[in-house]
């Protein structure tokens, strides 16, 4: 009688769960490591949390969305999303590479300007603390002994600020005056230390005013004449050293500043009101006028619309214009074909 033949083995199909669970095993120690290795500050954790959950319940400020989630098929970073609070606001405070980026893209615009003359006397360059953009003073920003913005570096302050702007609204800003070492004193201002001190705070109240960045942002500093970067034994030395310079400084040292906690601990509303009047200050830099400003609201994509239109209006204007003109010229040539202007004559073929 021969053997019964085995039971054939069923197929173990919940395999996968071993190494699923190895996998999650490691994920969840190479996280509780990273978060060791952080050292996080618990109560700015704790602030942090808190306007992170507060930037995800909010709505998109122009999409009129009800969330920055409600798009599922949208990526949350990419730039259909770039309008709402989360990405205005805390990706500039959570993002490394959005901060290089930004630096090196402004960076780029000023020397782009600077070429044009458009910026004459601005540079900028990125250093340990940020993005540093100077303006050459040499009589442009400022008369001799004064503190009162020339309307020229009004204009060159509304570029200057026009592109900070457009990237940075948690970021601490220092603005730095600096003067050469001529001694120096008059009725307003007892020595360098006062003119530098005042003319940073200048450009601060211009800034705060023309683009409503909120205050807290930003620092201004006086060096005088401590802060050389030329000879002051020579004229073109000193006119170099008399200048001021603008410091989008790193996140990293947004522990000594005070300028990103005040803006986390808005609330939702209150963060949002920030934000349109933000808008609203870049819109009138860029050359909206009030009443399409009026129609168009705190939608930045209907004021961007506005300047759409305005271009092609502009440049329809001047190709109807060059056709009129071709026309014109055409009707009113009537010179005979022998003779030239100028009464030379031309032999005919």
Known sequence: MGRKPKPEEHE??????????????????????????????????????????????????????????????????DKTSADSVISSLMMEYLSPKYEEEAYEDIKKEIEELSKTKELEGVSAKIDERGLVIKLDDSNILFKSASAKLEPSA?????????????????????????????????????????????????????????????PDLFTPVGFSSTRPIADNNTSKGRAQNRRVEIVVLRNKFKNNESAQNTILKMNKEEQTKYRNEHIKALNKVKGISDAALKLTGDDE??????????????????RINTVRYIQQSKTTDTTPENSTSDGVESKSE
């Open 154 to 214: 009004k204009e060159k302050l509304d570029k200057v600020g026009l592109l900070i702007a457009q990237k940075f609204l948690m970021h601490s800003i220092r603005v730095e005056g600096n003067t050469d070492n001529l001694p120096f004193s008059n009725n307003v201002y007892p020595s360098n230390w006062e003119l530098s001190s005042a003319r940073a705070c200048s450009i601060v109240r211009y800034l705060i005013d023309r683009f409503k960045l909120h």
């Open 12 to 77: 173990n199909l919940e395999r996968w769960l071993v190494s699923y669970a190895d996998f999650i095993t490691l994920l969840f120690a190479t996280f509780v490591v990273l978060y060791a290795l952080s050292q996080v500050d618990i109560s700015a954790f704790s602030k942090l949390e808190e306007a992170l959950k507060m930037a995800f319940e909010a709505p998109s400020i122009m999409q009129g969305s009800q969330g920055i989630m409600s798009d599922s098929g949208d990526n949350m970073l």
């Open 301 to 318: 994509e209907a004021a961007k619309n506005v300047l759409i239109l305005k271009d092609i209006y502009s440049s329809e204007t001047k």
